[in-house]
């Protein structure tokens, strides 16, 4: 979820030419009157496909259910970067990471339930079990019985499902955890700010173009490209208000909230995998992971110059930060690789 409290109503551009008012027809926008964009702002905020940036797209519908999970893929050979998104973000949030990342690893960017192209029987149940249940079930779905290596990468509500996926041991080729800007302790004590930051942003947007324009100029993204490709899927058109509103109901599942940190640190401490904790600044760190960084239980870099969505305002630097922490690792496409070692599906030269 999205903690930013900087999402203001957006102001003049005054990049834009002037344009001549015009009155705005009586509609949910009455309040907050729009003037059309100019030719050029359109072009600027305008959609950007995922395949820029993703190889493929699939449906995966789960055995014994009526969930259907939307993934987005990219690459060929080397251990899976598995990315979960935030709290009302989407698959797409990784899409120049994962263009990035597919020249060395394959990368798999699921939607969460409730989220994204995904349908699910109850899209408002996202509590922690439901949702690495969810992840579980798309491995197996994707994989079978013999999963090739998993990088799990989680940013924000995703990072706490990452840690649960990793805590419950179920994924015997988890080779890896990378949590995004979610520390427990700073997490809980902003929930009680978040119906008000969840109301407080712009509710109705007459195009996609306004919308990718509110999300770069309210702060909440830095990067206009990755904003082009990862907003869309985070809307949906409300024909009885004619107008975009958000696809995800965040305000309506306040109840799983507090459950998606509590114990995140500990958790994340005990998974037996090599972790890599990416924070977009210091104040983020909790007693717990303080003493555990100390002691060396796992790797934390703070990325400057980016808000709470590291993986969109800095992709490039990003997919070399999960790059590095592969190899670091000696993260192969079936596990854990010692250089020198001999393996058995290698055939000797004659």
Known sequence: MDSSSNLNPLGEDTSEEHLEPIEAPASVFAARPLRPPSTNSSEKYSPVEWKSYFDKEDDI??????????????????????????????????????????????????????????????????????????????????????????????????????VQVAANKTLPSLAGLVVVDVVEGTAISSLIHMQKILSNRMQHFPSIEKAIEYSVRGGSLRNIDSARVSIPTTLKYDDSKHCYVYRTRLEETEQYWKGWYDGLSEKFLSSPVPKLLLLAGTDRLDRTLTIGQMQGKFQMIVVKHTGHAIQEDVPEEFANLVLNFISRNRIGPHGVEIPGMWKPSQQTKT
């Open 61 to 162: 519908s789960i055995t014994g259910s009526d969930d259907v999970f939307h993934v987005y893929m990219a690459g060929n050979e080397g251990p899976v970067v598995f990315c979960l998104h935030g709290g009302g973000y989407s698959g797409l949030s990784f899409s120049i990471v994962a263009s990035k990342i597919k020249e060395k690893a394959r990368v798999v960017a699921m939607d969460l339930r409730g989220h994204g192209k995904s349908v699910s029987e109850n899209e408002l149940e996202l509590s922690l079990e439901t949702m690495s249940n969810d992840v579980l079930a798309v491995i197996k779905e994707l994989y079978g019985d013999s999963p090739p290596a998993i990088v799990l990468v989680g940013h924000s509500m995703g990072g706490s499902v990452a």
